[in-house]
């Protein structure tokens, strides 16, 4: 069973920073476009960043200059560093790996973010 397991959410100020991580098993990364959304109360869930299999990454224009996306394909693992962080990130992330013909979802990890 593929799984991505996200890690590192929680409560911060804000102005301050937090780095997610999400963990693949079974599959490997390498083949995948690998996604961070999320989702706050009320909201659709939207695209917050994306990193290729080239290591092209994608953001969306709300968190640019703030977030970035990595991944370490040996560790099969991606990462999102989120710096100064404001209230309005406050949601529940959540890692996504796709490739065109296959997709699949994290449970999900909740960051706070107190004014």
């Known amino acids: 069973q593929v799984q991505l397991v996200e890690s590192g959410g929680g409560l911060v100020q804000a102005g301050g920073s937090l780095r997610l991580s999400c963990a693949a098993s079974?599959?490997?990364?390498?083949?995948?476009?690998m996604g961070w959304y999320r989702q706050a109360p009320g909201k659709q869930r939207e695209l917050v960043a994306s990193i290729t299999s080239a290591h092209l990454a994608n953001y969306a224009g709300s968190v640019k200059g703030r977030f970035t996306i990595s991944r370490d394909n040996a560790m099969n693992t991606v990462y999102l560093q989120m710096n100064s962080l404001k209230p309005e990130d406050t949601a529940v992330y959540y890692c996504?790996?796709?490739?065109?013909?296959?997709?699949?979802w994290g449970k999900g990890a909740l960051v706070t973010v107190s004014s």
């Open positions: 996504n790996a796709g490739n065109g013909l296959v997709g699949y």
């Open positions: 079974v599959i490997r990364i390498n083949s995948y476009t």
